[in-house]
């Protein structure tokens, strides 16, 4: 356990009542944000930046559901990419500390994502890491985290993926195995506030995702909202740390397995007052093989 986590234990005071260094753990009720079709009966769509005059950031509403959330922590080896579409990996070292600066960023982390990678994923001979996103829980940060379920990517945007960052080889790598998989951790220590949820692939139905117009101001992706349905099984890790990594399978090309696990922040309403914000950061890439 690193010393962060030794100190953000999980006691409380002898009242009963939660200090700040209280960390939330184990099952538990919370509500989650799922989709809720255009009142218009348009095409779902949602834009990255800001709109344009007079359009609404997204065009489709949301469905608040409570759902039971399942805890992952000691359980870990259960669950894995090609059943779940997550897969949870610990005791991982890294030399970036700050993660204030892009370039440092991508020169010093994402060698390590790549490595790691290909060190976890059966198969993977090539990767390409396309982009990352810090989020902090803060109002002054330029993206917080992301509080309704979603699939970052489909099919379709998986393929302009790898047409657009592996253009040479695009054609070759097509015909293999192809995936998208996000690598997600917590740069500030434990996380008390606004842990990720995840719902294992096994339980989610195609339909229950709905192809989303992902627009930027130069080109248009898609992405995938959810729909609710009641077989889903969601599950978070309670109190990740820096040194714990999350992989979030996005799309796999290889049929029989899972495919997507439909992802999003969360509030736990035991998260104790005076609990420092989470701040966390995802690496996108393409892994082949």
Same mark, same amino acid.
């Given at each position: 356990m690193s010393s962060t986590a030794t100190? $953000?234990?999980t006691s409380t005071t002898l009242s009963g009542v939660q200090d700040s260094s209280y960390v939330p753990r184990?099952?538990?009720r919370t509500k989650l944000n799922f989709f809720k079709d255009p009142a218009d009966g348009s095409k779902p769509h949602n834009y990255v930046e800001?709109?344009? @005059?007079g359009q609404p950031q997204r065009n489709f509403g949301e469905t608040v559901v409570d759902i039971e959330m399942n805890d992952v922590r000691g359980r870990e080896e259960e669950f894995t990419l090609d059943k779940d579409a997550f897969q949870a990996i610990k005791n991982i070292p890294s030399e970036e500390k700050d993660f204030v600066d892009d370039d440092h960023i991508k020169n010093t982390y994402y060698p390590e994502v790549e490595k790691l990678l290909l060190d976890h994923v059966p198969g993977a001979h090539k990767v390409t890491l396309f982009d990352h $996103?810090? !989020? !902090?829980?803060?109002p002054? &940060?330029?993206r917080a985290p992301v509080t309704r379920v979603h699939v970052d990517q489909t099919a379709r945007s998986t393929d302009w993926r790898v047409k657009l960052h592996n253009p040479e080889e695009a054609d070759e790598l097509l015909k293999g195995r192809y995936r998208i998989i996000n690598v997600w951790r917590p740069i500030n220590g434990t996380v008390q506030a606004h842990p990720l949820g995840f719902a294992s692939a096994d339980t989610v139905e195609?339909?229950?995702l709905v192809p989303v117009e992902h627009r930027y101001p130069h080109r $248009?992706? @898609? $992405? &995938?909202?959810? !729909?609710y349905n009641s077989n889903q099984k969601f599950y978070y890790w309670s109190g990740m740390d820096n040194d714990e990594r999350l992989f979030l399978k996005c799309y796999d090309s290889k049929d029989g397995v899972g495919q997507r696990v439909p992802h999003t922040a969360f509030v736990d309403p035991r998260t104790p007052e005076g609990a420092k914000g989470r701040e966390s950061? @995802?690496?996108r890439a393409l892994v082949y093989g």
């Amino acid at each position: 356990m690193s010393s962060t986590a030794t100190q $953000t234990t999980t006691s409380t005071t002898l009242s009963g009542v939660q200090d700040s260094s209280y960390v939330p753990r184990g099952p538990f009720r919370t509500k989650l944000n799922f989709f809720k079709d255009p009142a218009d009966g348009s095409k779902p769509h949602n834009y990255v930046e800001q709109p344009p @005059e007079g359009q609404p950031q997204r065009n489709f509403g949301e469905t608040v559901v409570d759902i039971e959330m399942n805890d992952v922590r000691g359980r870990e080896e259960e669950f894995t990419l090609d059943k779940d579409a997550f897969q949870a990996i610990k005791n991982i070292p890294s030399e970036e500390k700050d993660f204030v600066d892009d370039d440092h960023i991508k020169n010093t982390y994402y060698p390590e994502v790549e490595k790691l990678l290909l060190d976890h994923v059966p198969g993977a001979h090539k990767v390409t890491l396309f982009d990352h $996103t810090i !989020r !902090r829980s803060n109002p002054d &940060a330029p993206r917080a985290p992301v509080t309704r379920v979603h699939v970052d990517q489909t099919a379709r945007s998986t393929d302009w993926r790898v047409k657009l960052h592996n253009p040479e080889e695009a054609d070759e790598l097509l015909k293999g195995r192809y995936r998208i998989i996000n690598v997600w951790r917590p740069i500030n220590g434990t996380v008390q506030a606004h842990p990720l949820g995840f719902a294992s692939a096994d339980t989610v139905e195609d339909n229950d995702l709905v192809p989303v117009e992902h627009r930027y101001p130069h080109r $248009t992706g @898609e $992405t &995938a909202a959810v !729909r609710y349905n009641s077989n889903q099984k969601f599950y978070y890790w309670s109190g990740m740390d820096n040194d714990e990594r999350l992989f979030l399978k996005c799309y796999d090309s290889k049929d029989g397995v899972g495919q997507r696990v439909p992802h999003t922040a969360f509030v736990d309403p035991r998260t104790p007052e005076g609990a420092k914000g989470r701040e966390s950061i @995802e690496v996108r890439a393409l892994v082949y093989g």
